[in-house]
């Protein structure tokens, strides 16, 4: 069964850091391309980043780009999100999600973890 | 700026049949965006139900489907039941891997 658990979500003043990680299991993990997603309260679902299986390629939105650095770990099945200057507007639930092949472009979502809440606010 | 489309809010009857579309503020939804139809309930993660157009994810049952109906993706629901009522948000790839969701559609059945 595949299983995705986020942590890391935490209150956090502006202009700070956060990192947040997601655990996977269930799948081999260094063979599926991982995104994160992120939803703010209230609000719609906003792709943030993406990343290959091997790592070697990362997307971002233009909200995100210079501030946030997707990366992984495929020794211990982890997908991180590092965030710096962080501002208020990223104030929101923050999801991985395994996609369907180790493409990191097209390949599209198909499993989701439960999300992390981060709040950005002084 | 592009920006993808969806229905603020729809209803539908129990047991009837219901089609949300993802359209793009400018040009066509083809198969080459990849387009895919997101369920979330209030306090849930997204569940997926269906990718690349129309393949149904794990589980979904068949009664949820999606297609391109013109220059928009399409997510229709037939026998639609009670529990179908929750938001429905759909995601394009635009390029360089980068992604777009919709603004989503609550779906009301009543």
């Known amino acids: 069964e595949v299983q995705l658990l986020e942590s890391g979500g935490e209150l956090v003043q502006p202009g700070g850091s956060l990192r947040l990680s997601c655990a996977a299991s269930?799948?081999?993990?260094?063979?599926?391309?991982m995104s994160w997603v992120r939803q703010a309260p209230g609000k719609g679902l906003e792709w943030v980043s993406g990343?290959?299986?091997?790592?070697?390629?990362?997307y971002y939105a233009d909200s995100v780009k210079g501030r946030f650095t997707i990366s992984r770990d495929n020794s211990n099945n982890t997908l991180y999100l590092q965030m710096n200057s962080l501002r208020a507007e990223d104030t929101a639930v923050y999801y991985c999600?395994?996609?369907?092949?180790?493409?990191?472009?097209?390949?599209?979502?198909?499993?989701w973890g439960q999300g992390t809440l981060v709040t950005v606010s002084s | 700026q592009t920006v993808v489309t969806q229905e603020p809010s729809f209803s539908v009857s129990p047991g009837g049949t219901v089609t949300l579309t993802c359209g793009l503020s400018s040009g066509s939804v083809s198969t080459s965006y990849y387009p895919s139809w997101y369920q979330q309930s209030p306090g849930q993660a997204p569940r997926t139900l269906i990718y690349s157009t129309n393949t149904r994810s794990a589980g979904v049952p068949d009664r949820f489907s999606g297609s391109i109906l013109g220059n928009k993706a399409a997510l229709t629901i037939t026998g639609a039941q009670a529990d179908d009522e929750s938001d429905y948000y759909c995601?394009?790839?635009?390029?360089?891997?980068?992604?777009?969701f919709g603004g989503g559609t609550k779906l009301t059945v009543l």
């Open positions: 990343t290959s299986g091997r790592g070697g390629s990362t």
């Open positions: 995601v394009l790839y635009l390029r360089s891997g980068i992604w777009m």
């Open positions: 269930g799948f081999t993990f260094s063979s599926y391309a």
């Open positions: 999600a395994k996609k369907t092949s180790a493409s990191g472009d097209t390949a599209p979502f198909d499993y």
